[in-house]
């Protein structure tokens, strides 16, 4: 059996109850005001399908409701309760900073999505392509930068340039809970304003994009 890690939280801050994936209890696993919030699994897991990571997402999204957490990547597995104890003593302070930095905060999300995606540059010469290429990557950078007056409401941000030709950025604030729907309407206007597109706001999520992972180790088939 291994563990499977959701969030590392404050011991104090709340009751850690409930169940996780195939319903198995979550349970604190303490060490110095730190809890790491896991349930006991066969390991491998399954393939994470859409379905198992939503409910996974709904195991995440139900802590932070009661109290500030770090979230773990999906599939962050620790061979038993030692080794949990280890992660927590060895990253202690950094964890603490952590859990600081997110306190009253929620992640929000914010695409852009082309009204006209930029066609496909096709035949002509390379440095015809490289200037295509490069008009569209300052026309995106434009558009990222249209999120600007964002920033006066968020604790910090996070903002991908071109992730992929059909979306010009996709950015990810840390908003204090109080100002989600200030945010959220001010990120409406701005959409209206645009012209290149749309803005899409999604949230609020666990602030996955504002800490480092907790946990990412993932024991070998024996458990080992």
């Given amino acids: 059996m291994s563990?499977?890690?959701?969030?590392?939280?404050?011991?104090?801050?709340?009751?850690?109850?409930?169940?996780?994936?195939?319903?198995?209890?979550?349970?604190?696993?303490?060490?110095?005001?730190?809890?790491?919030?896991?349930?006991?699994?066969?390991?491998p897991l399954p393939e994470p399908t859409a379905k198992l990571l939503w409910r996974y997402e709904e195991v995440v999204e139900r802590l932070m409701g009661s109290q500030?957490?770090?979230?773990?990547?999906?599939g962050s597995m620790l061979a038993d309760e030692d080794e949990a104890v280890t992660a927590l003593r060895t990253r202690q302070d950094e964890l603490r900073r952590g859990l600081a930095r997110v306190r009253g905060a929620v992640e929000l999300g914010v695409r852009g999505d082309w009204t006209q995606p930029p066609a496909e540059q096709r035949g002509g010469t390379g440095t015809e392509y490289l200037l295509g290429q490069l008009d569209v990557r300052r026309r995106a950078q434009r558009c990222a930068d249209s999120l600007d007056p964002l920033l006066a409401l968020a604790r910090d941000s996070r903002v991908k340039v071109l992730p992929r030709p059909s979306v010009p950025f996709i950015a990810a604030y840390l908003v204090d809970r109080d100002q989600i729907e200030e945010f959220s309407d001010l990120a409406s206007q701005l959409g209206a304003e645009w012209g290149d597109g749309e803005l899409v706001v999604t949230g609020p999520w666990p602030p996955y994009s504002f800490v480092e992972p907790p946990f990412d180790r993932a024991p070998q088939e024996d458990g080992s």
């Avoid at 169940?19 to 349930?39: C, K, N, Q, T, Y």
């Avoid at 500030?68 to 999906?74: D, E, Q």
């Fill in 3 to 43: 563990l499977l890690a959701y969030a590392v939280a404050e011991r104090d801050a709340g009751l850690i109850d409930g169940v996780g994936l195939d319903e198995r209890p979550l349970v604190g696993i303490e060490h110095d005001g730190l809890a790491l919030v896991v349930s006991q699994h066969e390991y």
């Fill in 68 to 74: 500030p957490i770090l979230p773990a990547r999906f």
